[in-house]
């Protein structure tokens, strides 16, 4: 062993044993080590993909729910709509129906009324020319001072009571005028 | 700087003197003149690099990754990166290659850091003897001629260094252009380390020679010495780091042109 000055450009016999001790370490390190890494690194790549996919599956379906859930929304409000509408229209021709019927019945209570006046009117009329016979026979008795047979004057009779009709019927007929007007 | 010291110092021609280039401790095996302190520290730093190999090989996690494992990792995928980048897939093969010569060229000069600037260093960094720079760029220049032919087959190979860069006319001077090529890449590939390593460490024995400068009793060069060796070691190590880097990009650009069908 001896300390030697060479040029230092020049390669010796160092350099087999150099090129043998890097052939070692590229040995060691491409066989066992870095192929440990890459499967490590890829790996590692692989979990993070999947992740990622995971997340983008979820909000996907956080998505997909928060659009079903606006849609069930909005077709809630429309039916919402649509009840009120419905209700609304169902109040109204129940307010049209009801006011129809509370006018034809106070109608008929009307004419019910109207009727029954006139028939009131109309028995009282025959009432008073009945009683307007008795009365002027009698009335003609004791002018004339003897019975009279009302068979013997029924032509007389028939023609008073012809009289009061009319005056009654022109009494009616004032009358049937006023209720029209009211 | 030598006449300041000599002026200094009537000893610091003498001692300047012994700052010398190319000494190693030899020994003779077989006809073979072998540099045993290339050797043992290249054999030291096979050891830190397999050994921060199979550290990595235990404690590789497909988790969260630690430092140690974050430095491999962004090694070798800026390789992956760097050889996707210019081969293609049919790179992958290099990938390895090019990941052990940066870890155990970075390995290798960063042994730098521990030199003290003596004479015979107890650890100097292999990569400043040419023997180590060379063996590697030899090696890598002839894999990547296999890789050139394998990719071409022998006669694109051939036809490749007469055709090129000039038409066929001028195939005498396209051969002698591409094979002073081919040569001067092992050898520019080889010095290009050599050179950045062995004057780090020339820098080194430098500061350590300023120890022999006083003024008076003022011990001045060695002051400055103090100073300046941490400085300088920092900058060894961005060195290291670039040339160790520069070294596999080369690499990788080599095996890149010979498998590039354009050229």
């Known amino acids: 062993m001896t300390i030697a000055t060479s040029n230092f450009l020049v390669p010796n016999g160092t350099l087999i044993v150099e090129l043998i001790a890097f052939l070692i370490v590229l040995g060691v390190i491409a066989k066992w080590v870095l192929p440990v890494l890459n499967a490590m690194m890829t790996e590692r790549q692989e979990q993070i993909r999947s992740e990622l996919a995971a997340a983008d599956a979820a909000k996907a379906d956080a998505d997909a729910a928060d659009a079903e859930r606006r849609s069930v929304l909005e077709a809630a409000r429309r039916q919402a709509r649509e009840i009120v509408d419905q209700a609304n229209r169902t109040a109204d021709q129940v307010t049209t129906a009801a006011q129809a019927r509370a006018q034809a019945e106070y109608e008929r209570i009307v004419q019910a009324a109207d009727a029954e006046v006139s028939v009131a009117r109309q028995a009282a009329v025959e009432q008073v020319t009945a009683q307007v016979g008795a009365i002027v026979v009698a009335a003609a008795e004791r002018v004339v001072g003897r019975e009279i047979r009302a068979s013997d004057h029924q032509d007389l009779i028939d023609e008073a009571v012809a009289a009061v009709r009319a005056g009654a019927g022109s009494d009616e007929a004032a009358a049937g005028a006023a209720g029209q007007g009211r | 700087m030598g006449a300041v010291l000599s002026s200094a110092h009537p000893l610091a021609t003498s001692l300047l003197a012994d700052i010398s280039v190319g000494d190693h401790i030899q020994r003779t095996v077989g006809g073979l003149q072998l540099n045993l302190d290339t050797i043992w520290a290249t054999a030291a730093a096979g050891i830190v690099t397999i050994a921060l190999g199979l550290m990595l090989r235990r404690s590789a996690t497909s988790g969260v990754p ?37 870890v155990f060229i970075l390995v290798c000069n960063l042994f730098g850091v521990v030199g003290l600037g003596a004479t015979y260093d107890f650890l100097l960094p292999p990569t400043a003897d040419i023997n180590l720079p060379l063996a590697m760029s030899l090696f890598v220049i002839v894999l990547v001629h296999v890789a050139s032919i394998r990719s071409r087959g022998i006669g694109g190979y051939v036809k490749h260094y007469l055709t090129q860069p000039f038409p066929i006319f001028l195939m005498p001077f ?20 050599f050179g950045n390593l062995l004057s780090g460490g020339l820098m080194l024995s430098l500061l350590a020679y300023l120890v022999v400068w006083k003024i008076g009793v003022i011990p001045v060069g060695g002051i400055l010495a103090l100073v300046f060796n941490p400085v300088w070691k920092l900058f060894d190590v961005l060195i290291g780091l670039i040339q160790a880097f520069i070294f596999a990009l080369l690499t990788i650009l080599y095996f890149d042109v010979a498998m590039s069908d354009a050229h």
């Open chain 2, 66 to 102: 630690g430092k140690f494992q974050l430095a491999w990792e962004t090694a070798l995928s800026a390789v992956h990166t760097q050889v996707d980048g210019s081969i293609g897939p049919r790179g992958k093969r290099i990938v390895p290659l090019a990941v052990t010569l940066f």
């Open chain 2, 174 to 193: 396209n051969l002698f252009i591409n094979v002073v090529e081919e040569l001067a890449k092992p050898i520019t590939l080889a010095l290009r380390l």
